[in-house]
């Protein structure tokens, strides 16, 4: 699990993408030069892609309502923990996912020209959107199960009584 403050950032899913672009890149480059045929992708891929981002969803919605305080059944801390670590895990699944498939359409633009090579590149799109799909549901279930430090200190506040005013000037002393 991310344990920054923010968590994992759109910036570190970029970075996580690149990475895996190249290195995959220039794996398949050896592996193409080695004489050996390079596997296509498949659009079996294409629903488990929309499986895990959708069930990412239904699992962050619980969550999602105990944060905001509209939950109707309790949510287990630890279920909750899960759900953020499998988010964060998702997004940068998502993130490696992504830039395989770019690597696999930067492999085959020299010869999208012949019509076997284009439907390789469509799949492969898709797939790509796929993945930025799972890493989008990643981040939105990470920012469903944030908790914000304002809303401990208005919880506080609120305890004692007091105005954010008070608790203004009383940071100015």
């Known amino acids: 699990m991310v344990s920054t403050p923010h968590g994992v950032r759109v910036r570190l899913l970029l970075a996580v993408a690149l990475v895996a672009g190249l290195v995959s890149w220039v794996g398949l480059t050896l592996w193409g030069q080695s004489g050996r045929q390079v596997p296509s992708a498949s659009w079996a891929a294409a629903p488990i892609l929309l499986a895990v981002a959708v069930g990412l969803v239904l699992a ?12 109707t059944k309790p949510v287990h801390p630890l279920y909750a923990a899960r759900v953020l670590s499998l988010a964060q895990a998702a997004a940068l699944t998502g ?7 770019a690597a696999q359409v930067v492999r085959l633009l020299p010869d999208v020209d012949v019509p076997s090579q284009q439907q390789d590149v469509l799949v ?10 799972v890493s989008a549901a990643g981040l939105l279930v990470q920012h469903w199960c944030r908790v914000d430090d304002d809303r401990d200190e208005r919880d506080e506040r609120d305890r004692r009584g007091g105005s954010r005013d008070d608790d203004h000037r009383e940071r100015q002393r």
């Open 95 to 101: 993130a490696a996912v992504l830039g395989w498939y």
């Open 124 to 133: 492969l799109a898709v797939l790509g959107l796929g993945a930025v799909l």
């Open 60 to 71: 962050g919605r619980p969550v999602r309502r105990l944060v905001q305080g509209t939950a």
